[in-house]
């Protein structure tokens, strides 16, 4: 017999009442808590579950076998930690203290990742406590999700070749109210500095300027050099291995939410009508290059120098197909290349990781839209996420069809105060679990 959504908040509130945080401000006593906790969850549903120590927060592994043989087997990810709360003076109620208002239940994690999660894997107990799921899974709870950790990912790459049929991540959601969505990739992120160094010393720009090379000039020419085209192309050299979008993918985006509107949430101007016309390919399908800051010397004080010194913290987003260390050294030698006489170059790499795409005509993918559009009685848009998930990226790597999604909605306030999730969201994410697992039990036999 399902529980009701009622039992279903009420057990969730618990969860959230954890206060998970790995962002830095957390107690290791919570997350260790958290991990117990969503261990027990997973054997309440008839399944086994051990925590693994890491060198950082623990991994819970668990494991549901399906109510008949034989059964694909189906991973399910998600992540039990959560973002600091600061400023806590902005929530309206406590942050590890669940409160339901308006329909939406307010906590940290409400939507990212706990809520999100807890509807996945109540669906998946929902089945096997009534005999009815059809696949065997694996679960794995991540602790390091919100600081980048890296322990799940060596998990992943410890599997075996040919573990999986399948993946699903509640770690998305709807594009909007009314309209649940699957992403069929994430972007590949690269983050670093570049400086420019043009002489010993800063010198007296009353002096020495019109005449002496300047380091912030210098910076500025280069940035633009890296920027984008009309068309939204980086230069070409940082466009090997993009692939168009699939047609399915580019027939959803003239369903999508209005782009104007989407920036106007984000309290940004756009960057021109072009880029409002090629929104959604520019977001999720092509790499992208950003300047995160600009530091100059003494930026702050009142110096009139020719400065000697610049650097910029510099950002690409990249997609499916795309080697980011390939990419990374191309990003160097057109800068290199276009740095005038006098100036020299330096870069430092902070992180860089590889983006994914799957087709979205593969047997997991078409199942799980069906499934979702038949649970939901909502049409379901096929995207790209614009961030990155390295998990998904290790999954496709392994060759592992992943179906990301979720129920949270954009507005949900994820790592802001006042997070929270629409109770009827959440009933909703139960029911497209339930709904995918369901048909994956088809995986394998041509019914795709």
């Known amino acids: ?37 969503v261990a027990d969850r997973i054997r309440a549903a008839g399944g086994t579950a051990e925590v693994l120590p890491t060198a950082a927060n623990p991994l819970v592994v668990g494991a549901i076998p399906a109510s008949r043989e034989p059964a694909p087997r189906v991973l ?29 239940v307010y906590a940290r994690g409400a939507s990212d990742d706990k809520g999100n999660f807890h509807a996945l894997l109540a669906g998946a107990a929902d089945l096997a406590a009534d005999g009815a799921l059809p696949v065997h899974l694996t679960v794995v709870l991540d602790g390091e999700e919100e600081i980048g950790g890296h322990s799940v990912i060596d998990w992943i790459d410890a599997q075996p070749a040919g573990a999986y049929d399948a993946a699903v991540v509640f770690d998305a959601g709807f594009v909007e109210p009314g309209r649940p969505a699957i992403e069929i990739g994430v972007r590949g992120v690269i983050t670093g500095t570049v400086t420019v160094r043009t002489g010993e010393r800063d010198a007296h720009s009353g002096l020495y300027g019109g005449a002496a090379l300047n380091a912030a000039h210098v910076l500025s020419r280069l940035i633009a050099e890296l ?30 939410p209005d782009p104007a509107g989407e920036l106007a949430i984000a309290g940004i101007a756009p960057k021109g009508p072009e880029a409002l016309a090629d929104y959604y390919l520019r977001t999720t399908a092509l790499p992208t290059f950003d300047v995160n800051a600009i530091t100059c010397r003494d930026a702050g004080a009142n110096r009139t120098i020719v400065p000697c010194e610049a650097t910029a913290a510099i ?11 390939a990419f990374w050294a191309a990003v160097q030698e057109i800068l290199h290349e276009r740095a005038p006489a006098g100036a020299e170059l330096s870069f430092a790499l902070r ?35 614009g961030g990155a998930i390295p ?48 048909a994956f039990g088809g995986l394998g036999d041509g019914a795709a």
């Open 227 to 256: 920027e984008p085209g009309p068309d939204g192309r980086l230069p070409e050299p940082l466009m090997a291995g993009v692939e168009p979008p699939a047609a399915a993918e580019a027939e959803t985006w003239a369903t999508l």
């Open 315 to 325: 950002s690409f987003r990249l997609v499916g197909g795309q080697d980011s260390s």
């Open 76 to 104: 399910l990810y998600g992540h039990y930690d959560v973002q600091t709360v600061a400023p806590l003076d902005a929530w309206t109620s406590p942050p590890f203290e669940p409160a339901i208002r308006d329909g939406a």
């Open 1 to 37: 017999m399902p529980r009701t959504t009622d039992e279903l908040i009420e057990e969730l509130c618990a969860y959230l009442r954890i206060p998970s945080i790995s962002s830095g401000d957390g107690d290791p006593a919570d997350i260790a808590r958290a991990a117990d906790w």
């Open 391 to 438: 998990l998904v990226t290790a999954l496709a790597g392994k060759g592992v069809p992943t179906v990301l999604t979720g129920c949270a909605l954009p507005n949900d306030r994820i790592h802001a105060p006042d997070e929270h999730l629409r109770v009827e969201q959440y009933a909703l994410g139960v029911e497209m679990a339930r709904a995918i697992l369901t």
């Open 351 to 385: 992180g860089r990781s590889d983006g994914a795409a799957f087709d979205p005509d593969l047997p997991a993918v078409r199942l799980a839209r069906a499934a979702v559009e038949e649970a939901t009685g909502m049409p379901c848009a096929v995207t790209r996420s």
